[in-house]
Every structure is written in C-alpha cells, then in structure tokens.
C-alpha cells in the first residue's frame, strides 16, 4: 500500500488535485464501496452477538458445565487464528474484492451446516460448523479491515476504521435479539438441575426441540450472506492497496518484527479481543447469579441478563460513534489509554459489587471497549507501507484471544475460586482486568511515540 505522501498533489496536466478525505484518496471517491464493504463488519458482528449466549444454552441443551459450553467459543475464535495468515497470502496474491468472496463463501457454509449437525443431535458437530464459520469470518476481517484502511488517505484511517467498525455493533445488536428473542425465550426454560434429573428419552426429546430453535437464526443469516455474495461479486469495487509486491514473505514478516509499534499493537490485541469475549459472554453467568440471589428463577434470570447484555451493546455502538467523532480532535493513543483505565476502574466494580450495581459496572465497560479494537487495529498498522495485507493478518490472528480466556474464566467459575468471601462469577473477571491492564500500557506508549513522531516533524520543517 502506498501512502498519500508518496503522490503529488497535482494531477498529470499539472490543476491542483482535491485533498485526501474520510472516504476520498487522490481524487477517487470510496463512498459506495465503503458502504457495500462495511455490510460485511454488520454481518461478522451479528455472527459474534448470536453466539456468545450460546455458550449458556449449549450448556443447558447437553446438560454441560460451563467450561464444556465455553468451547463454543473456543471452536469460534480458533477459527480467527487458523485462517487468518492463509487469507493474508491469499488476498496478497489475488485481491481484497476476492478474499472479501471467500470469506462470505465460508461465513455462509458454517451457518448452513448447522442443520445436518442438528440432525446429528450431539455437540461436536455444532462445534465444526462454528469453526467453518469462523474461517470465514477471519477471511472477511483479514480482507475487509484493511481494505477500509485503503479507502482513503492514511492520516484519516482510524477515523475510518472506527466508522466501518461502527456498524459493527448494530449487526451484534440484531444478533443479541435474536439470541434472546428467539432462542432463549423459545427454549423449554426447565432448569438445568431439573434437566441433570431427566431420563434419557425424555432428555432427548427436550434437546431435540430445544436445537430446532437453536439454529434457525444461523440458517436464516446463511441465506443473507449469499445474498450478499451475490451482490459485491456483481459490484465494481476498487483496487487500492492490491498493487502486486515482488517482497518476499520472509522479508515482510521480518521487516514487520522490526516494528515496535506494531508488535505490541498484536499483543494488545490478543488481550483486548480475550476481556471483549469475557465481558459478553459471562455477563449471561453473572446476571444469572446476581439476579437469582435476589430470589428470581433462572430461566427469568438467564432473559433479563440478555436484556442487560443487549443495554451493554448499545452503550457499545452509541460510544462507539461518539469516540470517532472525538478521534478528530484527541490522539487514538491517548483516548485508548483513557478508555482502558475507566474499564479497569468499571471491571473492579464488577468483582467487588455482589448485587445489581456489579452489573451495571459490566455494562459500563461495554462503553469503554467500542473504541478499542479499531483503534488498536489502525495504530498498529501505522506506516508499515506495502506490509499492511501480512500486518493485518497479525492483528486478525491475535483474536485467538477470543478462544484462550474465555475458558479460563470459566474454569475459575467451575472451580468455585473465590477471594475474600466474592462469588467465583465475581473473582473470575480478574482475568479481563488484567487484559485491560495490558491494552492501557500499549494506548500510553503508542501515544508517547506518535507524540514524538510529531515533534521530530516539527523540527525538520524549521
């Protein structure tokens, strides 16, 4: 990829060429790409939100712990890791359009695949349709987060990135409501020590009609992304950032270690994306717990605590719009270490709060983490010039987060590890505080060093 610094600001027949905007790079707008490619992060988005309560269900449904129900997440985001780097070579050798059709492909193929393992009737199949799923879903963010980076000058590419992310959320809230409406609400709200009580044949039965309910929303959203397929294959999109490079992969992987900024910036990652997953998927858990030490059952506990899953997505979305429009006039260095060190304060409420205000800290921390992972994502790729495609595919990869925390957490939950009298659902979010640790030190660094970076051009300019 080349930079807008590298052009002139005159045109071949020497007039005045327009500035390099949002959506605006040499001239060329990227509005209607822009708009066709950024449906792709409201598809991904609905794919995460519909999954994370299901780790409650398929714990319910198999008659599971959690730490067996987490594997849900675990198939869900090891699907991130695996794929991520063959899509870098894959878009590197062809196009972002074509990596931007293989991931729909696959996105498409693991929701649909959750009818025949539905007609299996047992857990693992369910688990190979996520992470078929998943490869898809890390073939659309190798190749839709960078191609968004592209779509204009680089000086306005956080900005950008946290607009297309924006919607984002607004996918995952679709998918929240669904999850809630029409699956947990439909679901036999039996509880699960009855279900642990049941025969065999009338366990089958329940879990028979209960996975009939499961899956009609990844059936449903199958269609929509073919759909969408159909639409982009058949759209005129941009090459920017597809020029073909003569580098070699060991020189890019190699020159990208040599960067500080943005190695920290994959670790950053990797923290951030394991305390988002933890924060979504054990607020089910938690509210669970809080809401039925205040006497409710748990089938009304499990509903209510989605409803507070679902407040916490859209505190995400709106402040995620509010943080764009602040990246205009703060550094995202800067406002990411703010947002980290609010989430660390929100996170100790959490453990420390044993009724509904524990909550409510939970749902706060939503709002500190909309800006987080576009942020890290833009920094990170900073100045690394035609290795943005192999730079990005780190970043995608560093979602493995996603897979490694979340079962630690749940394990804490399992084995009942409690601190100073705090429920094991309460001491067990100590492992997303340190997460959040982690992303505050890379927001504080990565400020320093851009604050640097323009001081140096200051001085060369005088």
């Known amino acids: 990829m080349q930079t807008n610094k590298h052009y002139s600001n005159k045109d071949d027949n020497g007039a005045k060429r327009p500035a390099d905007g949002l959506f605006t790079k040499n001239g ?55 794929m991520a780097f063959p899509a870098a070579m894959f878009i590197r050798r062809y196009s972002f359009k074509a990596g931007v059709l293989v ?42 987060n960078p191609y968004i980076y592209c779509m ?10 946290n607009m297309a992310q924006a919607f984002n959320p607004i996918g995952a809230l679709a998918g929240m409501y669904v999850a809630m409406a029409f699956v947990q609400a439909r679901m036999n709200p039996m509880p699960t ?25 990844y059936l449903f959203i199958g269609i929509v992304v073919i759909a969408l397929l159909i639409l982009i294959r058949l759209t005129k999109m941009p090459k920017d950032g597809d020029a073909p490079t ?47 030490g205040e006497g409710m059952e748990e089938h009304a506990a499990e509903i209510l605590s989605q409803k507070f899953n679902i407040a916490a997505l859209v505190l995400f979305t709106c402040s995620r719009f509010v943080c ?9 260095g800067r406002l990411l270490t703010v947002l980290a060190v609010v989430a660390v304060v929100a996170v100790c409420g959490v453990i420390l709060f044993t009724d509904r205000r524990g909550l409510y800290c939970l749902v706060a921390v939503s709002g500190c983490m909309s800006l987080m992972f576009p942020t890290i994502y833009g920094i990170a790729l ?24 979340p079962p630690l957490q749940a394990a804490l939950i399992d084995a009942g590890f409690t601190v100073a009298g705090l429920p094991a659902t ?22 320093l060093r851009e604050k640097k970076r323009k001081a140096r051009a200051t001085a060369s300019t005088e």
Request: hydrophobic share 50%; glycine share 8%; proline share 3%.
């Open 103 to 144: 991931g729909l492909s696959l996105y498409a193929a693991g929701a649909l695949l959750f009818f025949p393992a539905k007609a299996m009737g047992v857990y693992a199949p369910f688990l190979l349709a996520y992470f078929v799923m998943t490869c898809g879903l890390s073939f659309l963010e190798t190749s839709c």
């Open 28 to 82: 060329a707008s990227f509005l209607l790409p822009f708009a066709a490619i950024t449906a792709c992060f409201a598809l991904w988005g609905f794919a995460n939100d519909v999954t994370s309560p299901m780790v409650k269900a398929f714990s319910k449904i198999f008659r599971m712990s959690v730490t067996e129900g987490a594997m849900v997440q675990v198939a869900f985001y090891l699907g991130y890791f695996v």
């Open 324 to 332: 764009t429009w602040f990246l205009r006039y703060v550094s995202p």
């Open 382 to 405: 900073r100045g690394l010039g035609d290795n943005v495609k192999i730079g990005g595919a780190g970043l995608i990869m560093s979602i493995l987060g996603g897979s490694v925390f």
């Open 193 to 217: 020590a009855e279900r642990l009580t049941l025969p065999d044949e009338e366990f089958n039965m329940l879990k028979e009609q209960d996975l009939d309910v499961l899956i009609q929303p």
């Open 152 to 161: 204009g000058s680089e000086e306005t590419a956080t900005r950008r990135l």
């Open 426 to 447: 309460n001491t067990s979010f100590a492992v997303p505080l340190v997460c959040f640790v982690v992303v505050a030190v890379y927001g504080q660094r990565a400020y």
């Open 246 to 292: 003569d580098k070699s992969l060991r020189t890019s992987l190699a020159e990208l270690a040599r960067v500080r900024n943005y190695r920290e910036g994959v670790v950053a990652q990797f923290f951030y994306i394991g305390a988002q997953v933890m924060c979504w998927t054990f607020i089910i858990q938690y509210g669970t717990h809080v809401l039925m």
